[in-house]
Every structure is written in structure tokens, then in C-alpha cells.
């Protein structure tokens, strides 16, 4: 079950990175988008390999960028926050949707746009709305990380 979930979230996309950027190296021009998540940059309990799936996809990234920036190939790491698409209720969890506060929630269009200009500027890492890129260095923060090893310890 698992192995299938990394299949999908992290195998698939180094597989398709690694069969199509070399041809983009070649001719000198590339733009690549990574799918990965707000998910990706704080570990939350309860969140099991989604987090850490997207966080492979960071670094996978980041990773690529490194090596083919040079050629004239982007490569980013797109890292919505909640986005209304189809996901939540595929997922089964519109009941945790509707309970949530609507300005978590941003338009898929939003997050298309951040994407295309965040690669277009080759960044390697895009935070997608303007709530989700303030709060980005505060979930990579040491101190957050801090805590919530001292929240998650036992009483
Ligand atoms: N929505 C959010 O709040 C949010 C936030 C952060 C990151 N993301 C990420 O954004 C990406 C796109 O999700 P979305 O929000 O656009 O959700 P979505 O509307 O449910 O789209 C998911 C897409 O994934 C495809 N898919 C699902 N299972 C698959 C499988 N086993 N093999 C191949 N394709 C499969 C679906 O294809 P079919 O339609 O053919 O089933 C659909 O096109 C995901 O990687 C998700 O983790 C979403």
C-alpha cells in the first residue's frame, strides 16, 4: 500500500524528471514544475508520508535545479497551501473543508500563476499565496521545529 503511494507521489515524478529533462538540456530551454505541497515544510502528527512524499519532491528539486539552472532549464518545486480543486473530496475530507475558515483557501488559478512566474524566475522552490509565502519561514523556522518537539513530548 505504501510502496504504491510512493509510486505515485515521489517514483513517478524522479521517472519522468530524469526521461525528459536530459532532451531539455540538450536544446537548451526547459521548464519543469514539481507538484509538491505547504505540506512539504513543516511536519505535522498525523500527516504520515503525504508531508514527507512532498518534501522529496523539494528536494528532488532543488536538487535539479543545481544541475541544469546553468542550461537553461528551471526546475521548481510548486508548494500550494489549500487549494480548491477536486482533491478534498476525493479524499473524503469535505467535512474538514467546510469546518475549515475560508481564507486558508486559495483558486487553483492563483496557484497556476505563482507557478508559471516562480519557474519562469527560476526559483527552485514556489510558495503559492501571499498567507502561505508569509508563512513559509515560520514553518522552516528552527523555533518551530523546537516547538513542536516539546508539544509532541509526553506530559
Ligand atoms: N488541493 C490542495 O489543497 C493541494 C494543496 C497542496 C498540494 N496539492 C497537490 O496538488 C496536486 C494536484 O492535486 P489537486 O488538488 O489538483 O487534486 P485533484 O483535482 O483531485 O487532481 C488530482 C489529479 O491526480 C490524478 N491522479 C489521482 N490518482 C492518480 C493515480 N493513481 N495515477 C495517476 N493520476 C492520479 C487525478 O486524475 P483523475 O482525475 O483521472 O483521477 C487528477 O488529475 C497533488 O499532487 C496534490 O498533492 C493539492
Known amino acids: 500500500m505504501q ?3 510512493f509510486q505515485l507521489m515521489m517514483l513517478s515524478v524522479a521517472d519522468l524528471c530524469h526521461r525528459l529533462i536530459p532532451d531539455m538540456v540538450d536544446r537548451g530551454y526547459g521548464r519543469v514544475i514539481n507538484v509538491a505541497s505547504v505540506a512539504a515544510r513543516v511536519p505535522r502528527s498525523g500527516g ?14 532543488e536538487e535539479l535545479h543545481l544541475t541544469v539552472a546553468s542550461s537553461g532549464v528551471n526546475v521548481s518545486a510548486l508548494c500550494p497551501g489549500f487549494t ?8 473524503g475530507l469535505m467535512e474538514m473543508k467546510n469546518k475549515m475558515a475560508k481564507w486558508l483557501w486559495y483558486d487553483a488559478d492563483v496557484v497556476v500563476k505563482d507557478a508559471i512566474s516562480g ?10 499565496g501571499r498567507l502561505y509565502r508569509w508563512l513559509d519561514p515560520i514553518f522552516q523556522s528552527v523555533w ?5 518537539r516539546i508539544r509532541a513530548r509526553p506530559e
Open 119 to 128: 519557474v519562469q524566475s527560476g526559483k527552485p522552490v514556489v510558495v503559492s
Open 48 to 61: 504520515c508520508n503525504y508531508g514527507p512524499t512532498k518534501a522529496y519532491l523539494v528536494a528532488l528539486s
Open 84 to 91: 480548491h480543486t477536486d482533491f478534498h473530496e476525493t479524499a
Open 3 to 5: 510502496q504504491t503511494f
Open 144 to 148: 518551530t521545529r523546537r516547538f513542536l
